[in-house]
T-cell receptor, first 113, second 108 residues
Framework: GAGVSQSPSNKVTEKGKDVELRCDPISGHTALYWYRQSLGQGLEFLIYFQGNSAPDKSGLPSDRFSAERTGGSVSTLTIQRTQQEDSAVYLC???????????FGNGTRLTVT | RKEVEQDPGPFNVPEGATVAFNCTYSNSASQSFFWYRQDCRKEPKLLMSVYSSGNEDGRFTAQLNRASQYISLLIRDSKLSDSATYLCVVLNDYKLSFGAGTTVTVRA
């Protein structure tokens, strides 16, 4: 069946531009995460959505980062005024519920020049 | 102290060998545990969940020791395709905590 889908797979942008990353979770999965992974580093938690509950935004590194999840399905992560340190792979994961294993998308590789 | 700690390795083993490594976690209330594998420049993929009674999936065996707060993964009859970074993942409430990963390289 269809897995977690992320787009674009690669994005190169100039410093200062805004970018929007998209995640389509597995159908019916109520829990959705955004993580990022810098080269050679571990996964860094960004934000968590669970159903209609208020999201946990505690991992967002600055107010330039925001995310939303419309209709409990598709999620977009927006980075405003991108900086070079934002360069990373942004991974989305979804799960049928908060206590089940998460499945990751292929990620969006963001490069800020 | 990090929430999840792993021996980074690398573990370099010949084909057919058995390799095992552990992961420790700090939160005694942690509820669920998983092993993921991550290939170079790819997303993490779920390898297996870890159950209290221990569980096997083919050549892979996972164990959980709640008293000592560690999880282990054992790979038998290792294949070249087992070369990857293995991530220990602990779920507390809804938050996933990732270890930094253990690198395994299987050589011919």
């Amino acid at each position: 069946g269809a897995g977690v889908s992320q787009s674009p797979s690669n994005k190169v942008t100039e410093k200062g531009k805004d970018v929007e990353l998209r995640c389509d979770p597995i159908s019916g999965h109520t829990a959705l995460y955004w993580y990022r992974q810098s080269l050679g580093q571990g996964l860094e938690f960004l934000i968590y959505f669970q159903g209609n509950s208020a999201p946990d935004k505690s991992g967002l590194p600055s107010d330039r980062f925001s995310a939303e999840r419309t209709g409990g399905s598709v999620s977009t992560l927006t980075i405003q005024r991108t900086q070079q340190e934002d360069s990373a792979v942004y991974l989305c994961a979804s799960s049928p519920s908060r206590d089940r294993a998460y499945h990751f998308g292929n990620g969006t590789r963001l490069t800020v020049t | 102290r990090k929430e999840v700690e792993q021996d980074p390795g690398p573990f370099n083993v010949p084909e057919g060998a058995t390799v095992a490594f552990n992961c420790t976690y700090s939160n005694s209330a942690s509820q669920s545990f998983f092993w993921y594998r991550q290939d170079c420049r790819k997303e993490p993929k779920l390898l297996m969940s870890v159950y209290s009674s221990g569980n096997e999936d083919g050549r892979f065996t996972a164990q959980l020791n709640r008293a000592s707060q560690y999880i282990s993964l054992l790979i038998r009859d290792s294949k070249l395709s087992d070369s990857a970074t293995y991530l220990c993942v602990v779920l507390n409430d809804y938050k996933l905590s990732f270890g930094a990963g253990t690198t395994v390289t299987v050589r011919a």
